[in-house]
């Protein structure tokens, strides 16, 4: 079955058979706060962690009401907020922002939780609202709301990647690496230069790009046609669930409040630390079980075929070639940055100069600047000669379409996920065997490796585990979301098999059978994620407030 109609099948069945009061519960805890510590008198001042996302939602002489979310969700105190400030927490690195609340009227015989949820009343009635919804709605809604955060980003992030291919500038990059490296090389530029066209190009394509480059080489080598065929593997799928703009890791992401910049040089880095594991993989079973080229049958006929047979004055320059991808990532590398600077001074250039790159380095426009330089490079290169702009625009909308659709549904199947409480049961679990955060990130790691398997897709995986473990992140469990978003980059690899569409396209472009690609692509993409995410482990441990 389609993994849109799968979704949509999926969502609606579950929210149909999801009882109003999960629902319920669901909203108020989406909507409230938690204490961090409980009380059993009237004036006792208690501490309210708040959330990144929820941090505008309270003002000092607020008003609101405690709820526990048992049946009926009983009352259990009113509070009233005293101040809003900055203090450290638990003893890690760095500040979080805290709310003291009074205690003004506590019900008898109760005391307060930290289990309970704390509400405004304007959001205790949103809560209401929402969880009466009927399921058509809160699909549609989640459906909209998945869309807006990646539909653009997706979009222009395919019109990079089929210009880039076009217009030659991929083949560029390739050979660049090749002559800096050499033969001997070749395989660690293979994976470099995968690594690095992962990032806008998805992995099916980029594997239909650099199979010709892959089989060449072996021609003229004589020998480690499975290790070029490999390298690729463990360079090009270790950004694809890692480093936005892709859509996995752009909506997860999105959800947990991560900034986009901390997201792509975390996926760079722990992705770095998989792709060297599996590319050793790759090196031991080629020298173990060397494989001879062999012909795919309608490789020879693929389009990208000609883009590896062309001279390099045919190609566009290295630095026109890499500017597609380097300044969007740049742009939005230095929004994030800046926003972590604070001069001592008032600075009227440094605070301009943030202005302008804060819009500048906004994701949608970021990566449409990025999309119309990809344009004029496939206009003024030379191997598309001026080539139909309009007609290669289309093909990679239709591409992106499909993509936006499927993970706009997986963000709607996410949601209504949630809305069975199933996430609220897995932070009580949590909560209540005392889980640390090294804990917390191997269970975001396992539940999105159980939904990988079960269903083939990386990215659906991803899309639908953060919809069960994102709420962990504002539950005071002291984890930084960079690292549990990279726990389910991380979870999203292992292990894939005949219902993963990559396991065919790399098995029948590169003339394997399924026994040999069992032994090697699903190995090497599993090793993708166990590796990184012993990364993500040692990265969480020794930088518990991530790297800036």
């Not at 390298?231 to 936005?244: D, E, F, K, N, R």
């Amino acid at each position: 079955m389609h993994a849109f109609l799968a979704l949509a099948l999926a969502a609606f069945v579950v929210g149909a058979l999801t009882p109003k009061d999960n629902r319920l519960k669901n909203a108020f805890e989406m909507k409230g706060f938690h204490a961090e510590n409980g009380a059993s008198e009237t004036g006792a001042v208690v501490d309210l962690l708040i959330p990144k996302k929820k941090k505008g939602q309270l003002r000092v002489g607020l008003h609101m009401v405690a709820k526990r979310l048992s049946d009926d969700f009983p009352q259990v105190a009113e509070l009233q907020i005293l101040s809003i400030g900055e203090e450290k927490w638990k003893g890690q690195q760095g500040k979080r922002l805290v709310a003291k609340a009074k205690i003004i009227t506590l019900m008898a015989g109760m005391s307060l939780e930290k289990s309970d949820v704390l509400l405004s009343e304007s959001a205790e009635l949103e809560a209401v609202s929402s969880a009466g919804k009927n399921v058509g709605s809160l699909v549609a809604d989640g459906f909209g709301k998945t869309c807006t955060k990646v539909g653009i980003i997706i979009a222009m992030a395919a019109i990079i990647g089929t210009c880039m291919m076009q217009s030659g500038a991929a083949i560029r990059i390739v050979r660049s690496a090749l002559s800096i490296f050499g033969e001997k090389r070749a395989p660690e530029a293979m994976a470099g230069s995968s690594f690095l066209l992962g990032i806008p190009v998805f992995f099916d394509t980029l594997f239909y790009l650099m199979v010709p480059l892959a089989k060449a080489l072996a021609l003229q080598t004589k020998k480690n046609y499975l290790l070029y065929l490999l390298a690729i593997v463990a360079g090009g799928a270790m950004t694809h669930s890692l480093v936005p703009p892709t859509p996995g890791p752009l909506l997860v992401a999105g959800e947990l409040g991560v900034d986009l910049g901390r997201m792509i040089v975390g996926g760079l880095l722990v992705g770095s630390f998989g792709m060297t594991g599996s590319f050793l993989y790759a090196r031991w079973y080629n020298r173990k079980f060397p494989i001879e080229v062999r012909s795919s049958g309608d490789m020879e006929k693929s389009a990208f075929m000609k883009f590896s047979e062309l001279k390099d004055d045919k190609l566009p320059g290295l630095l026109f070639s890499l500017s597609p991808i380097l300044l969007p990532v740049i742009l939005i590398a230095g929004n994030s940055f800046l926003k972590q600077v604070t001069p001592d001074l008032e600075s009227t250039w440094f605070e301009t100069l943030q202005k302008v790159v804060g819009i500048l380095g906004d994701k949608n426009l970021a990566l449409t600047i990025g999309s119309a330089l990809s344009l004029l490079l496939l206009i003024r290169s030379p191997a598309s000669r001026g080539g139909k702009v309009g007609v290669s625009v289309g093909n990679s909308l239709k591409s992106a379409g499909t993509i936006i659709l499927i993970t706009g549904m997986g963000g709607a199947f996410g949601g209504i996920l949630q809305q069975t409480s199933l996430g609220l049961d897995i932070r009580t679990f949590a909560t209540s065997n005392e889980l640390g955060s090294m804990a917390i990130l191997l269970l975001a790691f396992f539940a999105t490796s159980a939904i990988r398997i079960a269903q083939g897709s990386a990215t659906v995986a991803m899309i639908t585990s953060v919809g069960i473990v994102g709420g962990l992140v504002s539950q005071g469990f002291g984890i930084h979301p960079v690292y549990l978003a990279l726990a389910i980059g991380c979870g999203a690899k292992p292990i894939p098999w005949m219902n993963d569409s990559g396991f065919w396209v790399v098995g029948k472009l590169s003339g394997l059978t399924e026994k040999e690609t069992l032994q090697t692509f699903s190995v090497v993409i599993a090793l993708q994620g166990i590796v990184g995410m012993l990364a993500v482990l040692a990265f969480a441990y020794f930088f518990p407030n991530f790297l800036f």
